[in-house]
């Protein structure tokens, strides 16, 4: 099962808004709404930010939402700040009860 | 509050058995709620799932590690292991542990994490 596919980098001004894209198939993102989305600061763990395809788990900021069309999923972030500069990864169930994939990772910079 | 803990060795020499062991702090491994995965990220690069163990025994795997993986729950010491065998190079990596829903449609939750260690494989 390859790795989900998103963009390695976007970029955006400070009060933007900005959107990741992950690209699956019809056996992972098509079929399942239940991506999840994780934010990873340098050296540090990933963090979830998004899961069940567009929920929040609690402390994480509104700028963050989610969505899901065909067989791409989406991360938006707006009212882009400097601390949002990290790397953002996709994650999803994969078809069968034994298997999750990660997209690729996309840099996200604060410009 | 959760806090998750790897531990194990640094280095690795290939050919050998790459084994770390994730405490659990703040919650019950025993709880039939979640499943305690792996997941490990080489240097520079992406994110990969490596395998997930329920405390009752129950685990499922990558495909492509399940011949090399083994993960194992002791609950009588809150925590779970890592085991995977015939290391080489490409297994060079920072390994995390993270906690994860039993449903179907939480298996991608992963939530908290370790902070994760780095494990070496070289001679």
């Known amino acids: 099962q390859s790795a989900l596919t998103q963009p390695a980098s976007v970029s955006g001004s400070p009060g933007q808004s900005i959107t990741i894209s992950c690209s699956g198939t019809s056996s992972d993102v098509g079929s399942y709404n239940v991506v999840s989305w994780f934010q990873q600061h340098p050296g540090e763990a990933p963090k979830l930010i998004i899961y069940e395809g567009t929920k929040r788990p609690s402390g994480v900021s509104n700028r963050f939402s989610a969505s899901r069309s065909g067989n791409t999923a989406s991360l938006t972030i707006s009212g882009l700040q400097g601390e949002d500069e990290a790397d953002y990864y996709c994650?999803?169930?994969?078809?069968?009860?034994?298997?999750?994939?990660f997209g690729g990772g996309t840099k996200l910079a604060v410009l | 509050q959760l806090q998750l803990q790897e531990s194990g060795p640094g280095l690795v020499k290939p050919s050998e058995t790459l084994s770390l062991t994730c405490i659990v702090s703040g919650d019950s491994i025993s709880s039939r709620t979640y499943y305690w995965g792996w997941i490990r990220q080489p240097p520079g690069k992406g994110l990969e799932w490596i395998g997930s163990?329920?405390?009752?025994?129950?685990?499922y795997y990558n495909p492509s590690l399940k011949s090399r993986v083994t993960t194992s729950v002791d609950t009588s010491k809150n925590q779970f292991s890592l085991n995977l065998n015939s290391v080489t190079a490409a297994d060079t990596a920072v390994y995390y542990c993270a906690r994860h829903g039993s449903s179907w449609y939480e298996n991608n939750r992963f939530d908290p994490w370790g902070r994760g260690t780095l494990v070496t494989v070289s001679s």
């Open positions: 163990v329920y405390y009752g025994g129950n685990t």
């Open positions: 994650c999803a169930h994969a078809g069968s009860r034994s298997l999750v994939i």
